[in-house]
Structures are given as C-alpha cells and as structure tokens.
C-alpha cells in the first residue's frame, strides 16, 4: 500500500499545484484587465479635458472678437 500511498499524494499535490497555478493564471488576467481600463479611462478623461479647453479657446476668441 506505501506505493499506493505515494502515488496518490502526488497526484494529490500535483492537482494543488495546477490549481494554484490556474488561480494565479486567473488573477494575473483580471488585474491586467483592471489596468487596460484604467487606462482607457485616463485617455477618455485627457480626450474630454481637451475637447473642453479647445471649445473653451474658440468661445473666448469670439468674445474677444
């Protein structure tokens, strides 16, 4: 039965390890995703700035005008 024994221990460990690893896989991926839509946010909030500031010019160039 030792051998038995230690087959199935290994297995045992060998399926641990594989689900750490497919947690890890998991958690590396959805913090990539978090960082892909922060940026996208920062790119979308710098865009409305300057949409607002070059609005902003054109309506003080017609008051001054």
């Not at 390890?17 to 998991?26: C, H, N, Q, R």
């Not at 990539?32 to 003080?60: G, I, P, T």
């Amino acid at each position: 039965m030792g051998l038995m024994d230690d087959a199935k221990d290994a297995a045992e460990a060998t399926g641990k390890k594989v689900g750490e690893w497919a947690d890890d896989t998991k958690e590396r991926i959805s913090d990539k995703v978090d960082e892909v839509q922060a940026d996208a946010e920062v790119k979308k909030a710098e865009a409305h700035r300057e949409s607002v500031e070059k609005k902003n010019e054109y309506k003080e160039d017609l008051r001054n005008s």
